[in-house]
Each structure stands twice: as structure tokens, then as C-alpha cells.
């Protein structure tokens, strides 16, 4: 039966009706695949929205991060080219958050040659431009720090991806301590009176030599050192402000003291990790600057600190170990 009215009905929806038989089927395939592309995408972008809200406003979040990621901090003093090497080995390395560079070319920003060179990289890198030249700027709880772990790092060391890696793998499981690549000693050779000197590796491995420092220029520590380090007598800062050297020393000092208090016991003041790959570039600087290694008086100004940290403080709070860790134990 013909019915005219429903006939005049389907001839309006018609209108509204995709023409795929002039379009053809690949061309509307391709305009319904786009629109899911394009709906993907949105998702996509929700999602790290949503993510990236989360943990911004949620504390347990924000306290996995400070956990689990760490900060580099990187003090330089006219030796750029280096710099830079140092810089992009860092760059690759897994739950590194960002990196500050602690900048003590007073009145000399960082080039705009350096700046370009590292700006396609995704890791936050901070020049944070100091007023004075000081080795004790690197020492400061500066704001920008968001994470428990704390890795200093010489401008002159490169060290390996794994080695970096491992120490942080370390360094968790003893918080409390500086966990680090460059063990040296003490020796009372009188009463009250210390001697710094190197400590042998070939020998510490087989338990025939000991450490009781871990220089901080390649280590790991927690954050709150950096705040303790400011509250320490006036006398301590002012011998390492003269000196221009000795602050990795008075770390181990306030690391020491620190523990004594949280464990009622004596305990050394960091680990050593073995690094597979540790090389020195402090002679391949352009500019021929070169650090405390090469002064003359080094060790002997060194000495001089340790026993004037001991007088100050009243007691020689280091401790002896001969605890090595390495990537294969």
C-alpha cells in the first residue's frame, strides 16, 4: 500500500544523510578515522591533565616523587666547556628531576652559546648566578630543591650513567649518610693533631685500608645537610671562607655529629660506591683553570682543617669503615 505522507518524510531526512555513494568510501573511512585521531588525542590530554593535577594538589603523590627522583646540583667557576660535558651526561640519566647549576662567575651570566646548547632538553636545567665567588655556595637549601636526595657533582667529573644510578639505588637504603665515589682519611699523628690523606683503593677493597670521610663533590645526601651545614658555628664557616676549600670536610663533620644524635651511637659518616667509570677533566678546561687539587698547599691546608674543625667542635667525630659497595656484590 502506498502511503504518501511517510514518502515525503524520508525525502526531508535524505537531506541530512551522508552521500557516500558520491563521496566514496575511502574518503569517509579517512574523515571517521581523523575524527578518532583527533578524539584520542583530546583523551590523551585529559588524562595528563588530570595526572598532572593530581600530583600537584595531592601530597602523597608529591611525597612519592621527592622519594623516588632526585637533584643535581652542579657549582662552576669559568670552565664552560666542561661544564657542558658534565652537563649533557647528567641530562640522561633515569628520575633525575632537574639540575642547578650553582653559576660563581660573578657579573658573568652563562653565555647565551651555553644556554642554547642545552635547551632542547626536557630535564629543568636552573642557573642560579651568586654574588660572591664561594665554595660554600653550592651549600645552601636553596628553594628550587623538591626532592629528599641531593647529588652534588664537581664541574670536572664525569661519571657514568650506571654509576650514577647505583649510587641513588644505594643512597636509599642509607638516607642518613653521604653515599659517594671519593673516600679519603684521618690520622692523629699527635694528640689533637690530623693529618688528611688519600685513602687506597686497590687496598680498601680488600679490607687492608679504611675511610672515614666521603667527599661530597661526587656523592649523594639528603637535603636536610643543607640547612644543618648553615647552622653550624660561625667559626666553621669563616675557616672554609678563608681557606676557599675544606666545606666537603665540614659536611662530613655535621654528617657525623647529625648521626651521633640520631642513633646515639658512632657511626661513619658515608659509604663508598666503586664506580665503574669515573674520569677527571679538570685538565681539559679551555680557559686552563684549574681546582684546589693542584695547589701546592692543598693536603696540608687540609690537615689544617680537620684539626681546627676538631677544636672547634670539641671532639674528632669521624669514623672509620672499610664498607665498599659495587655494582656486582
Request: proline share 5%; with cysteine; hydrophobic share 40%.
Amino acid at each position: 500500500m502506498y502511503y504518501p505522507a511517510e514518502q515525503k518524510t524520508h525525502n526531508k531526512l535524505d537531506k541530512f544523510r551522508i552521500p557516500i555513494c558520491r563521496v566514496g568510501r575511502k574518503q569517509a573511512c579517512l574523515v571517521f578515522c581523523s575524527f578518532l585521531v583527533l578524539l584520542s588525542i583530546g583523551f590523551a590530554l585529559n588524562v595528563f591533565q588530570f595526572h598532572k593535577r593530581e600530583v600537584t594538589e595531592n601530597p602523597d603523590m608529591i611525597s612519592i616523587t621527592q622519594q623516588e627522583e632526585f637533584t643535581i646540583i652542579i657549582q662552576t667557576f669559568k670552565r664552560d666547556d666542561i661544564l657542558l660535558k658534565v652537563l649533557k651526561r647528567c641530562l640522561v640519566v633515569p628520575h633525575l628531576q632537574k639540575i642547578l647549576v650553582v653559576w660563581n662567575n660573578v657579573g658573568q651570566p652563562p653565555s647565551q652559546k651555553l644556554q642554547e646548547s642545552l635547551r632542547h632538553h626536557r630535564t629543568p636545567i636552573i642557573f642560579l648566578e651568586q654574588k660572591i665567588n664561594s665554595m660554600q655556595n653550592r651549600l645552601q637549601p636553596f628553594p628550587e630543591i623538591h626532592t629528599d636526595a641531593v647529588m652534588m657533582l664537581d664541574d670536572d667529573l664525569l661519571l657514568s650513567v650506571s654509576d650514577i644510578s647505583f649510587a641513588f639505588t644505594v643512597w636509599k637504603q642509607f638516607k642518613d649518610q653521604i653515599v659517594g665515589f671519593v673516600p679519603r682519611k684521618h690520622v692523629e699523628t699527635t694528640p689533637g693533631v690530623y693529618d688528611y690523606q688519600a685513602t687506597s683503593l686497590s687496598e680498601l677493597q680488600f679490607g687492608r685500608d679504611k675511610y672515614s670521610l666521603v667527599l661530597i663533590g661526587a656523592s649523594f645526601f639528603h637535603h636536610r645537610y643543607l640547612k644543618l651545614y648553615q647552622d653550624q658555628p660561625k667559626a666553621m664557616h669563616r675557616l672554609v671562607e678563608e681557606t676557599q676549600n675544606c666545606d666537603d670536610i665540614a659536611m662530613n663533620f655535621v654528617v657525623s655529629l647529625h648521626l651521633r644524635k640520631l642513633w646515639n651511637a658512632t657511626r661513619p659518616s658515608g659509604i663508598y660506591i666503586k664506580p665503574l667509570d669515573l674520569v677527571s677533566l679538570e685538565t681539559q678546561a679551555i680557559s686552563g683553570f684549574k681546582g684546589m687539587w693542584f695547589r701546592p698547599d692543598h693536603f696540608k691546608q687540609r690537615s689544617n682543617c680537620l684539626t681546627r674543625f676538631a677544636q672547634i667542635y670539641g671532639i674528632m667525630p669521624l669514623q672509620f669503615s672499610n664498607i665498599v659497595k659495587t655494582h656486582f656484590a
